[in-house]
């Protein structure tokens, strides 16, 4: 799911994601009998880590390879894994088919995992601006290891309240990372 023209590039020219998918396949390439993977979504997006996840098991079915999942991300886990452990403090405190631990969690800890989360109501923000982001730009100029001039990000707006969040969502390379730098 990489782009070919990321094959000249150093490693801090790629995006966080693209760097977690050339660390998977790397992972992959000598087709091993056992795969650790520990947080192999971790910043991805959605329709990257999706990829991801159908390319794994596509794997997994191809070659027999056995996956060990480490994750806090129970949706992944739920997608992907035939059996599921889940630890507290070190101990195994439940263990069992995936499709029956999540649908019918034993442990409480387990339940409390697997319960929505419910946040307390908003502070209403207040009208002091705190940030304010106006016409942001982030050109990248050619050098002699850089292949063309790059527009990075292109007029970027917003601002920030005292007591207010900003959630900035994108696919993998999209800029994310540049906002706030």
């Known amino acids: 799911g990489l782009p070919s023209d990321l ?4 490693p801090h020219q ?24 520990d947080e192999p979504s971790t910043a991805l997006d959605p329709e990257v880590r999706q990829q991801i996840l159908l390319l794994l098991k596509q794997i997994q079915a191809r070659t027999g390879m056995a996956i060990v999942l480490i994750s ?5 886990v739920r997608q992907v894994a035939d059996q599921v452990m889940v630890l507290q403090h070190g101990k195994v405190i439940e ?6 631990l999540f649908n019918t969690p034993k442990h ?12 307390d109501p908003p502070i209403s923000p ?27 990000l292109d007029n970027i707006n917003f601002s920030l309240n005292e007591g207010e969040s900003i959630g900035i969502i994108g696919q993998s390379g ?8």
């Not at 207040?126 to 527009?151: E, F, I, Y």
């Not at 999209?174 to 730098?181: D, M």
């Open 7 to 10: 094959k000249p590039l150093y």
């Open 14 to 37: 790629v995006s966080g994601g693209q760097r977690q998918r050339l660390r998977i396949a790397l992972a992959c390439v000598n087709n091993p009998t056992l795969l650790v993977a």
């Open 72 to 76: 806090h991300d129970l949706h992944m």
């Open 95 to 100: 263990h069992n088919q995936a499709l029956l």
């Open 108 to 119: 409480e800890y387990t339940q409390a995992l697997l319960r929505p989360m419910h946040f």
């Open 126 to 152: 207040s009208k002091r601006t705190l940030l304010n982001v106006n016409n942001l730009t982030v050109d990248v100029k050619s050098t002699g290891w850089w292949r063309a001039p790059q527009r990075l």
């Open 174 to 181: 999209s800029g994310k990372a540049k906002v706030s730098k």
